[in-house]
């Protein structure tokens, strides 16, 4: 007899819905997108999504810098130029020596090189995608102790964050669903 794996049951047409939660926690231009569009798809899928902005993840929500996220090569083992293999075929990818990122304008090529590539792809900036995510019936909420660190107000944020709210009642809201960190 062989046995079935576990398999959690999230519900079907009949029962509930699916529910999952993202706390985004940076606020980097590579660290935005992963919750945005796990988010974005999880409404296409019928889930209830909720997404929890905490400390850097604030920049996200916050209209003073939403549209300026940065990304940096400084720390990202991973970084690696893509783009070398259509400038140079058969060079594939090169991984980028750490030392370069704390170079003067490293910051701004790597956040303009991402930048490019999203829009190259039709991936919709982070405003945009808050907006796609709220008419979608998803819930943006921010997290008070951040918002009271920062100095942050709800006036200060997307018109689409619901409320400013505590990690507690984030872990009431979150009851039932698969919660993601970012």
Request: hydrophobic content about 40%; charged content about 20%.
């Amino acid at each position: 007899m062989s046995e079935t794996p576990f398999v959690p049951d999230f519900g079907t047409s009949d029962g509930p819905t699916r529910k999952m939660c993202f706390i985004c926690s940076k606020g980097n231009l590579d660290m935005a997108y992963p919750a945005l569009i796990m988010g974005n798809a999880a409404l296409g899928e019928g889930c209830e999504v909720h997404i929890f902005f905490t400390f850097w993840g604030f920049d996200i929500i916050n209209t003073a810098t939403w549209d300026k996220l940065k990304f940096t090569m400084t720390g990202n083992t991973a970084m690696h130029m893509p783009q070398l293999d259509k400038i140079r075929p058969g060079l594939g990818s090169m991984s980028m020596p750490q030392p370069l990122g704390v170079l003067p304008g490293m910051t701004a090529a790597a956040t303009a090189m991402m930048r490019n590539q999203l829009k190259d792809l039709g991936i919709p900036t982070v405003p945009e995608m808050l907006e796609q995510i709220t008419e979608a019936g998803g819930h943006l909420w921010g997290c008070k102790l951040s918002a009271d660190m920062m100095g942050l107000t709800k006036d200060d944020l997307y018109d689409g964050v619901e409320d400013i709210i505590s990690a507690s009642d984030f872990i009431e809201l979150s009851e039932g669903a698969q919660v993601i960190f970012i």
